[in-house]
């Protein structure tokens, strides 16, 4: 298993610019999460996902978008990319049965906005 | 006033030695998380405990729901345990995850 993949892991984007960042698990997880982490700051949850079709808000979801079509995908969207989104962005996934929440976390993408 | 807390902010220890980071919550929790992020940024899941005690290898995870508090305690450092450790309470009906800022620890051999 590869666990949770993120796509790309670096990016430099113009004031403006749109990109998807990309994230797949392959644990059939029901559960899937958006993170960023600025530095200095605990991570801070952006958008979630419950299972396929259905994704909610967290603590910070101004200025993205999420989609969830299948189990495995849950790519975030920056549609008008400003330089307080430079940050660090982590997909996680967890399987949540019981007492279960384990969160499996991907590699991160670091995203400059300049 | 963050709703979860962590000290010490940084930590340096010799090879061999115990430590002890602490976190604490000011909020009603249905479980606490221990996570270990990597120098190169990799984040791992180390416990979640939500009552007593859960030992795993040199690594001991405590918590105290009365206190709202939790310890991580290693055993005989050595400089591999060099990472930054974070705490996050689980709250809500989605079990949703809020963070500690995180604990900087640097081992010297």
């Known amino acids: 298993n590869a666990g949770v993949t993120q796509t790309p892991k670096f990016r430099i984007l113009k004031i403006g610019q749109s990109m998807t960042l990309q994230c797949t698990q392959d644990?059939?997880?029901?559960?899937m999460y958006w993170y960023r982490q600025d530095p200095g700051m605990g991570l801070k949850l952006i958008y979630y996902?419950?299972?396929?079709?259905?994704?909610d808000k967290g603590e910070v979801p101004n200025g993205y978008n999420v989609s969830r079509s299948t189990t495995e995908d849950f790519p975030l969207r920056l549609e008008l990319a400003a330089p307080s989104q430079t940050s660090v962005y982590f997909c996680?996934?967890?399987?949540?049965?019981?007492?279960?929440?384990?969160?499996?976390f991907g590699p991160g993408t670091r995203l400059t906005v300049l | 006033k963050n709703e979860v807390e962590q000290s010490p902010q940084n930590l340096t220890a010799q090879e061999g030695e115990f430590i002890t980071i602490n976190c604490s919550y000011s909020?009603?929790?249905?479980?606490l998380h221990w996570l270990q992020q990597h120098p190169g940024g990799g984040i791992v899941s180390l416990f979640m405990?939500?009552?007593g005690k859960k030992k795993h290898g040199r690594l001991i995870a405590t918590i105290n729901i009365q206190e709202k508090h939790s310890s991580l305690h290693i055993t005989a450092s050595h400089p591999r345990d060099s990472a930054v450790y974070i705490c996050?309470?689980?709250?809500?009906?989605?079990?949703?995850?809020?963070f500690g800022k995180g604990t900087k620890l640097s081992v010297k051999p």
């Open positions: 996680a996934s967890s399987v949540r049965t019981g007492e279960n929440n384990e969160q499996f």
């Open positions: 644990m059939n997880h029901n559960y």
């Open positions: 996902s419950v299972g396929a079709g259905i994704t």
């Open positions: 909020v009603g929790i249905s479980a």
């Open positions: 405990l939500s009552s």
């Open positions: 996050a309470v689980e709250r809500g009906s989605q079990g949703n995850l809020i």
